[in-house]
């Protein structure tokens, strides 16, 4: 059975920094594209990061460039997300999803990812 299990989230204060953890079974890492999405109550659920399955190129959408980094680790079988400089409109439910699409990830979207885990609670407040 293929799971994605998402850690790591919590209660931060801005400008805080969390590290969230997207553990994969049933699946090879190193040949799915996985991306990051969230949803703030009230929103519709937005891609945030993806690194590709071709040539391992990652993405960010503009809001979260130059403070988050997403990579992976292929003896653990995991994708992480390194949130710095965390403001409070990053509050949300974090994702991670897998697909093997064959085209490079930056589209987000959503009928390109076949799994998708539980997701976890990422609160930005003081």
């Known amino acids: 059975q293929v799971q994605l299990v998402e850690s790591g989230g919590g209660l931060v204060e801005p400008g805080g920094s969390l590290r969230l953890s997207c553990e994969l079974s049933?699946?090879?890492?190193?040949?799915?594209?996985i991306a990051w999405f969230r949803q703030a109550p009230g929103k519709e659920r937005e891609g945030v990061s993806c690194?590709?399955?071709?040539?391992?190129?990652?993405h960010y959408i503009d809001s979260v460039k130059g403070r988050f980094t997403i990579f992976r680790d292929n003896a653990k079988n995991a994708v992480y997300l390194q949130m710095n400089s965390l403001k409070p409109e990053d509050t949300a439910v974090y994702y991670c999803a897998a697909g093997y699409f064959s085209y490079y990830c930056s589209k987000y979207e959503q009928y390109d990812y076949d799994y998708w885990g539980q997701g976890t609670q990422v609160t930005v407040s003081s």
């Open positions: 690194i590709s399955r071709i040539d391992i190129e990652t």
């Open positions: 049933g699946i090879t890492l190193d040949s799915y594209s």
